[in-house]
C-alpha cells in the first residue's frame, strides 16, 4: 500500500521558516519523482514544486522560487520542504504528491493526508 505521510507544518510569523517533510512507503521511492502541492481555503489545489527520481532537476512555482528549497533522500525515503522567508499567502494544507504533472496535482489520490502551515502574525 502507497503511503505518504507529512509533518514538520505549524504556525509561523511571517519572515519565518518551517521545514516539511514526507516520509513514503509501499513503493520505490527512488525511481518516482515527487511533488509538493498546496490547498488554500476556499481554493483549489496548486502544484509548488517537482522533483525528479534522481534530485538533480528541480522545478518551483515562480511565487516560491528562491525561498522554498525542495530536496530528497531517497535512501530514507523521505521528501523535504525547506520554506523560507514565509508570507501569508503559503498559508495552506501542504501534501506531497507522488509523481508530476497535472493528474499528480488534482487527483487526491496520489497525495499524502497534508500537513497545515499557517503564515499570520
Known amino acids: 500500500e502507497v503511503q505518504l505521510v507529512e509533518s514538520g507544518g505549524g504556525v509561523v510569523q511571517p519572515g519565518g521558516s518551517l521545514r516539511l517533510s514526507c516520509a513514503a512507503s509501499?513503493?520505490?521511492?527512488?525511481?518516482?519523482?515527487m511533488s509538493w502541492v498546496r490547498q488554500a481555503p476556499g481554493k483549489g489545489p496548486e502544484w509548488v514544486s517537482t522533483?525528479?527520481?534522481?534530485?538533480?532537476?528541480?522545478y518551483y512555482k515562480d511565487s516560491v522560487k528562491h525561498r522554498f528549497t525542495n530536496s530528497r533522500d531517497n535512501a530514507k525515503n523521505t521528501l523535504f520542504l525547506q520554506m523560507n522567508s514565509l508570507k501569508p499567502e503559503d498559508t495552506a494544507l501542504y501534501y506531497c504528491?507522488?509523481?508530476?504533472?497535472?493528474?499528480?496535482?488534482?487527483?487526491?489520490?496520489?497525495w499524502g493526508q497534508g500537513t497545515q502551515v499557517t503564515v499570520s502574525s
Open positions: 504528491a507522488r509523481g508530476r504533472g497535472p493528474i499528480t496535482t488534482t487527483n487526491r489520490a496520489y
Open positions: 509501499g513503493f520505490t521511492f527512488s525511481q518516482n519523482d
Open positions: 522533483i525528479n527520481s534522481a534530485g538533480t532537476s528541480i
